[in-house]
């Protein structure tokens, strides 16, 4: 979906207004792109931000040049998030299921990690319809997303517009075999939830062999 | 540790470099502060830049004033990260460990979200001391995350260390009963993985009893 960013970038810095767009600027002044920023960590008027950058030309210069910007305390360059977590699969439903799910994808995760993949699986058990649309829609907000499996019994409505959406923004789903829409919208309906866990990671693996363009659409 | 962001806004606009620049003046021109950017979904010359803001005073206004920003097509809002998936936990460690936490604290966290909270659980399967030792570290560089579990048996050195760093980073650490240095930085230690999972999100849950400044250091 994005590129994989070249470098990431923790400031000490004053936790002011403007403070960003100082930083924003200077970055831009040295022809590098932000791909992410967060904020952690704020406290007694400091504020750790963590920048993800792209086409980063002379690193020693941009980072001399960041420690310049006024209320500045501290830079230093940190892996990025793409190069630790990697690619993520979102699992979102009822709690047993969800647990279900995850444990087939964590493990099969494992596999590919231990050859040097970096996948990622993360979990968030929810109720309700109007819930679940707005967690399914907000995974295409969210950074390195590649896959969502939905685990539950009854999934519709609100929920399979939201699929629509999300598939459109290139997120690969997944859902159990279960009662409601959801099901005519997925990119693969699997029954077993341990299954759905294990194919989905497959499906994104680069070290896997199964080619998600051969059984879109498919029933297990 | 953070505020919760009042706002998130999603800014279809041209992906070049000084875009985030002058998105970010016109938000700081408003009043606003900013505690997340990320960008999603380039493609074609686009691409979908996602910000929340804290201390937002006229909504309206600073959506018209980045609707007029050049190069931007599209702006709309939409619910926050932390109204969504809310407060993080996030486990580290080998596949059957990893899994067996997860099942745990999803179980556990289903029961809260039930009653209105927002828990996520997180997780990478990973394998080796730096690589493990990095991602710990990083924890601390993600947003909403508030606990971390280690599961494996076998963790310490560099990983002890990083332990060190995110704890001084505000963020709890829950360790199973493992070979090796990390169970002696640990908040908790728990020998049951299922039980290591519930605990973590008991102890950052609203909606539960466990006071974590009474067990810490405890092993269970």
Do not use: W
Request: aromatic share 2%; proline share 3%; glycine share 10%.
């Amino acid at each position: 979906m994005t590129e994989s960013p070249d470098l990431a970038i923790a400031i000490d810095a004053q936790d002011r207004p403007g403070m960003l767009a100082a930083l924003a600027q200077v970055i831009y002044e040295h022809g590098a792109n932000v791909s992410y920023v967060g904020l952690v960590g704020r406290s007694g008027g400091m504020a750790r931000v963590i920048f993800e950058l792209e086409s980063v030309g002379d690193q020693a210069t941009l980072v001399a040049a960041i420690q310049a910007v006024d209320g500045v305390r501290e830079v230093s360059t940190e892996p990025t998030f793409e190069k630790v977590f990697g690619r993520r699969i979102i699992v979102i439903g009822a709690g047993a299921q969800v647990s279900s799910v995850v444990s087939g994808a964590v493990s099969e995760a494992d596999r590919h990690n231990i050859r040097g993949e970096r996948i990622s699986v993360d979990t968030i058990p929810l109720v309700g319809e109007k819930e679940i649309a707005e967690a399914v829609r907000a995974t295409a907000r969210l950074p390195r997303v590649e896959a969502l499996v939905l685990a539950g019994s009854l999934m519709g409505g609100e929920t399979t517009v939201a699929v629509r959406e999300v598939r459109a923004a290139g997120i690969l789903v997944v859902c159990l075999n279960m009662a409601g829409s959801v099901r005519t919208e997925a990119d693969l309906v699997v029954t077993d939830p341990l299954q759905a866990g294990v194919m989905t990671v497959m499906a994104i693996a680069s070290t896997a062999k199964l080619d998600i363009s051969r059984i879109r659409g498919a029933s297990f």
